[in-house]
C-alpha cells in the first residue's frame, strides 16, 4: 500500500490542523495505521494509531486530549485533528500502515519498527 500525508502548515500556538493520510495500491481496511512526528535533530516518536476497524486506538501522552485519529476506510483515508497546538508539535509527521488485523491495538502500535509502509512526510509549524 501507498500512503500520501498531507494538510500540514503553520499555524500560532492554540490553533488547529487537519492532517490526512490518503492510501491506495491495497485493502486499506486490513491496516493498522500510525501518525509519526520527528523534530530537527530527534528521533521519530509515535503519536497516534488506529486499528482496522476504527474501534481502537492509542495516543502518545503528549498529546493525549488534543489529538483525534480516525479513518474513513470506504475513501481509504485516515485523518489526525490536531487541536490546542503547542510549538513543542512543530515537527514533520508522517503516516505508516502495518498490515494487521488486530482488534484492539496493543503497545506494539508504539514501535516504528513494526510498520513497513510510509508516507512521505508533511511539516507542521507552530510558532509561539
Known amino acids: 500500500v501507498q500512503l500520501q500525508a498531507s494538510g500540514g502548515g503553520s499555524v500560532q500556538a492554540g490553533g488547529s490542523l487537519r492532517l490526512s493520510c490518503a492510501a491506495s495500491?491495497?485493502?486499506?481496511?486490513?491496516?493498522?495505521v500510525a501518525w509519526f512526528r520527528q523534530a530537527p535533530g530527534k528521533e521519530r516518536d509515535f503519536v497516534a494509531a488506529i486499528n482496522m476497524s476504527g474501534g481502537s486506538s492509542d495516543y502518545a501522552d503528549s498529546v493525549k486530549g488534543r489529538f483525534t485519529i480516525s479513518r474513513d476506510n470506504a475513501k481509504n483515508t485516515v485523518t489526525l485533528q490536531m487541536n490546542s497546538l503547542k510549538p513543542e508539535d512543530t515537527a514533520v509527521y508522517y503516516c505508516?500502515?502495518?498490515?494487521?488485523?488486530?482488534?484492539?491495538?496493543?503497545?506494539?502500535?508504539?514501535?516504528?519498527?513494526?510498520?513497513?509502509?510510509w508516507g512521505q512526510g508533511t511539516q507542521v509549524t507552530v510558532s509561539s
Open positions: 505508516a500502515a502495518d498490515h494487521s488485523t488486530a482488534r484492539r491495538l496493543g503497545v506494539w502500535a508504539r514501535y516504528k519498527a513494526k510498520y513497513e509502509h
Open positions: 495500491g491495497g485493502t486499506f481496511s486490513w491496516y493498522t
